[in-house]
C-alpha cells in the first residue's frame, strides 16, 4: 500500500533533513518519484542477476576445478546464505549514509565478484602442487570469497530498503514485496545468463569480469544520477574515482585473460599444450604427439588418455569382453576412438554403435592428426556408427532391446558427480536390457588400489542389476595427475597406479576374464597375467556395499 504522505518515523532522513522535523519534505530527485523508484527498482534487478552470477560461477569454477558437484555446490550456497545474514544486520550501521554505503558496496562487489574466479584458478594453477598448507588453497580461497560475495550480498538490502524509502514512503510490507519481486526476477534472468550466454560465449573468466563492469557502471550510475544530493562533494568525487579503479582492474584483466589462461595452462600442464579448446560439454586439451613426445588427453583437467600407457588400459577394457559373440558391440563413451580402435581388430565384428557426449571430443578424435593416428582412424570405418547423446538416456529410449553381443562402458570414474547416474544399479539395468542372450557388459571402475570401496561398489552395483560379474585389474602408470574424479596435479606417491574392470553378464563367467583364443593377438595382456589380475583383485574386495542407485549414490567422490 503506497503511501505518499505518511509522515517520516522520528530519526530518518527525511525528519533529519527538514526544518522542524514534522512534516515530510520529499528528497530532491533529478527525475520524478515515479521514476526514481522504478530505477531503484531496475538497479535491484541488474545487481541481483550479477549477484547469482558470481555465486553460480563459484559453483561451476570449483566443481571445474575440485570435483564433487554436491560438496562444492554446498560449500558456495551455505557459506553464501549465511554471510547474507550476516552482512545485513552489519548494514544497519550504515543507513543513515544509506547511498554512500550503497555506493561503495557495489563498487567492492563488483571488484571481489568479478575477479573471484580469476583469482580462484590463479591458485589453483600456480600452488595446487606446492603441497603443505598450499594442498587446500584453491578450498580455503572459495569459502572466502563465498563469504565476501555473501556479505556484500547481504548488505544491498537494508540499504536499497532505505533508498527506496527515501523517495517516497511506504509501508514496510509494499516495500519488502517490491524489492523481492524485483530482486527474484533479477536472479532468474542471472540463472538463465549464466549457463545459456554468459558461459558459452565468454567463458568462466570473461564472463565474471564483464558481469562485474556491469555491477559497477549500475551501481554508481544509480547512486551518482539519482542519490548525488544525499553525498558531499568529496563523497562524489571518492565513489567516482573508486569505480574507475575497478573498471580499469576490471577491463585489464579482461584485456590479459587469454594471456593468463594460457600462462595458467603452461603452470599445470607444462609447455607442452598443443590443442585447447572448451567445447559445449567441457573443456579439452591435447599434449605431445609430437616429435616423439606421448600424446595426452585431458578433459576437464583429468587425464583421460597418455599415450604412455593408454594400450594397457584399452586393451584390458575390451579383449576379455570379446570373448564370445561380439558381432554388434555398443561403446558407452570412448569419444577419443581408442576402446573402438581396439574392438575392430576382432575380425568377426560387423557393427559398432559409439555414443558419446560430447561431439566436439569425436571431432578431435577424427581431425587431430596425432590422436586419429593413435585411434588408427577407427571412428571412420563403415562399420562405426557414432551417436551424440547421454549413455543414460539413449540407453533408456532409444537402444534396441537385446541387440548387443558386448556393451562396452568406457565413462569418467563414477566419483565425479556428473557420471554417478552412469554408474547405478538403474543405468545397468539399462544396459542388461539391451544385452544378446549371452552377451557381456565390462565397465571401467576406476582405481582399485587408490579407491577400493569405489570399485566394489561398481561390482556390487552390477550384481544388484541381476548381472554376474568377474573383476579384475592391471597396473598402469599415471603420474602426474589423477584419471579420477580429482583433476589436481599429484604427486608421484599418490598417483593412481592401476585401473579396475568389471566383466558382467546374465549368465555366470565360469574361468572369470579370459582372452578369445581366435582373436587379435594383444600386446600386454595373457590369459595367465588376467587370471593373476583377477587374484589381485578379489584380494582387495569390500564385502557388503549396498548398491548405488540415482536417489541413493554410493560413490565417495
Given at each position: 500500500?503506497?503511501?505518499?504522505?505518511?509522515?517520516?518515523?522520528?530519526?530518518?532522513?527525511?525528519?533529519?533533513?527538514?526544518?522542524?522535523?514534522?512534516?515530510?519534505?520529499?528528497?530532491?530527485?533529478?527525475?520524478?518519484?515515479?521514476?526514481?523508484?522504478?530505477?531503484?527498482?531496475?538497479?535491484?534487478?541488474?545487481?541481483?542477476?550479477?549477484?547469482?552470477?558470481?555465486?553460480?560461477?563459484?559453483?561451476?569454477?570449483?566443481?571445474?576445478?575440485?570435483?564433487?558437484?554436491?560438496?562444492?555446490?554446498?560449500?558456495?550456497?551455505?557459506?553464501?546464505?549465511?554471510?547474507?545474514?550476516?552482512?545485513?544486520?552489519?548494514?544497519?550501521?550504515?543507513?543513515?549514509?544509506?547511498?554512500?554505503?550503497?555506493?561503495?558496496?557495489?563498487?567492492?562487489?563488483?571488484?571481489?565478484?568479478?575477479?573471484?574466479?580469476?583469482?580462484?584458478?590463479?591458485?589453483?594453477?600456480?600452488?595446487?602442487?606446492?603441497?603443505?598448507?598450499?594442498?587446500?588453497?584453491?578450498?580455503?580461497?572459495?569459502?572466502?570469497?563465498?563469504?565476501?560475495?555473501?556479505?556484500?550480498?547481504?548488505?544491498?538490502?537494508?540499504?536499497?530498503?532505505?533508498?527506496?524509502q527515501r523517495i517516497r514512503r511506504q509501508d514496510a510490507g509494499g516495500a519488502v514485496a517490491d524489492l523481492s519481486a524485483a530482486d527474484y526476477v533479477g536472479a532468474l534472468v542471472g540463472g538463465l545468463a549464466f549457463p545459456f550466454l554468459l558461459l558459452p560465449l565468454l567463458g568462466q573468466l570473461t564472463g565474471a569480469l564483464i558481469t562485474g563492469?556491469?555491477?559497477?557502471?549500475?551501481?554508481?550510475?544509480?547512486?551518482?544520477?539519482?542519490?548525488?544530493?544525499?553525498?558531499?562533494?568529496?563523497?562524489?568525487?571518492?565513489?567516482?574515482?573508486?569505480?574507475?579503479?575497478?573498471?580499469?582492474?576490471?577491463?585489464?584483466?579482461?584485456?590479459?585473460?587469454?594471456?593468463?589462461?594460457?600462462?595458467?595452462?603452461?603452470?599445470?600442464?607444462?609447455?607442452?599444450?598443443?590443442?585447447?579448446?572448451?567445447?559445449?560439454?567441457?573443456?579439452?586439451?591435447?599434449?605431445?604427439?609430437?616429435?616423439?613426445?606421448?600424446?595426452?588427453?585431458?578433459?576437464?583437467?583429468?587425464?583421460?588418455?597418455?599415450?604412455?600407457?593408454?594400450?594397457?588400459?584399452?586393451?584390458?577394457?575390451?579383449?576379455?569382453?570379446?570373448?564370445?559373440?561380439?558381432?554388434?558391440?555398443?561403446?558407452?563413451?570412448?569419444?577419443?576412438?581408442?576402446?573402438?580402435?581396439?574392438?575392430?581388430?576382432?575380425?568377426?565384428?560387423?557393427?559398432?554403435?559409439?555414443?558419446?557426449?560430447?561431439?566436439?571430443?569425436?571431432?578431435?578424435?577424427?581431425?587431430?592428426?596425432?590422436?586419429?593416428?593413435?585411434?588408427?582412424?577407427?571412428?571412420?570405418?563403415?562399420?562405426?556408427?557414432?551417436?551424440?547423446?547421454?549413455?543414460?538416456?539413449?540407453?533408456?529410449?532409444?537402444?534396441?532391446?537385446?541387440?548387443?553381443?558386448?556393451?562396452?562402458?568406457?565413462?569418467?570414474?563414477?566419483?565425479?558427480?556428473?557420471?554417478?547416474?552412469?554408474?547405478?544399479?538403474?543405468?545397468?539395468?539399462?544396459?542388461?536390457?539391451?544385452?544378446?542372450?549371452?552377451?557381456?557388459?565390462?565397465?571401467?571402475?576406476?582405481?582399485?588400489?587408490?579407491?577400493?570401496?569405489?570399485?566394489?561398489?561398481?561390482?556390487?552395483?552390477?550384481?544388484?542389476?541381476?548381472?554376474?560379474?568377474?573383476?579384475?585389474?592391471?597396473?598402469?602408470?599415471?603420474?602426474?595427475?589423477?584419471?579420477?574424479?580429482?583433476?589436481?596435479?599429484?604427486?608421484?606417491?599418490?598417483?593412481?597406479?592401476?585401473?579396475?574392470?568389471?566383466?558382467?553378464?546374465?549368465?555366470?563367467?565360469?574361468?572369470?576374464?579370459?582372452?578369445?583364443?581366435?582373436?587379435?593377438?594383444?600386446?600386454?595382456?595373457?590369459?595367465?597375467?588376467?587370471?593373476?589380475?583377477?587374484?589381485?583383485?578379489?584380494?582387495?574386495?569390500?564385502?557388503?556395499?549396498?548398491?548405488?542407485?540415482?536417489?541413493?549414490?554410493?560413490?565417495?567422490?
Open positions: 500500500m503506497i503511501e505518499p504522505h505518511a509522515p517520516a518515523p522520528p530519526g530518518s532522513a527525511q525528519s533529519r533533513n527538514r526544518p522542524g522535523g514534522d512534516a515530510e519534505s520529499p528528497l530532491r530527485l533529478p527525475v520524478r518519484q515515479d521514476t526514481g523508484r522504478f530505477l531503484v527498482l531496475a538497479g535491484v534487478f541488474v545487481c541481483a542477476a550479477c549477484g547469482l552470477v558470481y555465486e553460480l560461477e563459484l559453483v561451476a569454477l570449483a566443481t571445474y576445478l575440485m570435483g564433487d558437484s554436491v560438496a562444492q555446490t554446498s560449500v558456495v550456497l551455505s557459506v553464501m546464505v549465511f554471510a547474507m545474514g550476516i552482512g545485513s544486520l552489519a548494514a544497519k550501521r550504515l543507513r543513515r549514509h544509506a547511498a554512500a554505503g550503497f555506493g561503495a558496496v557495489e563498487a567492492v562487489l563488483a571488484l571481489v565478484g568479478g575477479c573471484s574466479a580469476m583469482a580462484l584458478y590463479a591458485v589453483f594453477a600456480w600452488t595446487g602442487d606446492w603441497g603443505g598448507v598450499w594442498a587446500n588453497g584453491p578450498r580455503t580461497l572459495l569459502v572466502a570469497f563465498s563469504l565476501a560475495t555473501g556479505l556484500l550480498i547481504g548488505a544491498e538490502v537494508p540499504l536499497l530498503m532505505e533508498l527506496i563492469a556491469v555491477n559497477a557502471v549500475v551501481g554508481g550510475a544509480l547512486v551518482l544520477g539519482l542519490f548525488r544530493q544525499d553525498l558531499t562533494r568529496r563523497a562524489r568525487r571518492l565513489l567516482v574515482a573508486v569505480n574507475v579503479c575497478v573498471l580499469v582492474v576490471l577491463g585489464s584483466a579482461a584485456v590479459l585473460v587469454d594471456d593468463f589462461e594460457r600462462a595458467a595452462r603452461q603452470a599445470m600442464y607444462g609447455p607442452d599444450v598443443r590443442v585447447a579448446l572448451h567445447t559445449d560439454m567441457q573443456e579439452v586439451l591435447l599434449t605431445g604427439g609430437r616429435d616423439g613426445r606421448p600424446l595426452n588427453l585431458f578433459l576437464d583437467g583429468r587425464l583421460r588418455v597418455s599415450g604412455r600407457d593408454e594400450l594397457r588400459y584399452h586393451e584390458a577394457l575390451v579383449h576379455p569382453a570379446m570373448n564370445g559373440p561380439h558381432t554388434r558391440v555398443l561403446v558407452l563413451g570412448g569419444g577419443d576412438g581408442l576402446a573402438v580402435r581396439e574392438v575392430l581388430r576382432h575380425t568377426g565384428v560387423r557393427r559398432v554403435d559409439v555414443v558419446e557426449l560430447d561431439a566436439g571430443v569425436v571431432r578431435l578424435a577424427r581431425r587431430d592428426p596425432s590422436l586419429s593416428a593413435l585411434n588408427a582412424h577407427a571412428l571412420d570405418d563403415p562399420r562405426v556408427r557414432v551417436t551424440t547423446a547421454d549413455a543414460f538416456d539413449w540407453l533408456r529410449g532409444a537402444a534396441p532391446p537385446a541387440a548387443y553381443d558386448v556393451v562396452v562402458s568406457d565413462l569418467p570414474h563414477p566419483g565425479i558427480t556428473a557420471s554417478t547416474k552412469l554408474y547405478s544399479q538403474e543405468f545397468y539395468g539399462l544396459a542388461r536390457r539391451v544385452l544378446a542372450p549371452g552377451g557381456r557388459l565390462v565397465v571401467h571402475g576406476g582405481a582399485v588400489e587408490h579407491r577400493t570401496r569405489d570399485f566394489w561398489t561398481v561390482d556390487a552395483t552390477l550384481r544388484a542389476a541381476g548381472l554376474h560379474t568377474a573383476a579384475y585389474r592391471v597396473r598402469g602408470r599415471q603420474a602426474g595427475f589423477a584419471a579420477g574424479p580429482d583433476r589436481s596435479p599429484l604427486s608421484t606417491s599418490h598417483a593412481h597406479r592401476d585401473w579396475g574392470f568389471v566383466l558382467a553378464a546374465p549368465r555366470r563367467l565360469p574361468g572369470g576374464p579370459r582372452l578369445d583364443p581366435s582373436g587379435p593377438r594383444t600386446r600386454t595382456l595373457t590369459d595367465a597375467s588376467l587370471a593373476a589380475d583377477a587374484r589381485a583383485a578379489e584380494e582387495t574386495r569390500v564385502r557388503g556395499l549396498p548398491a548405488s542407485t540415482l536417489i541413493h549414490p554410493r560413490y565417495t567422490g
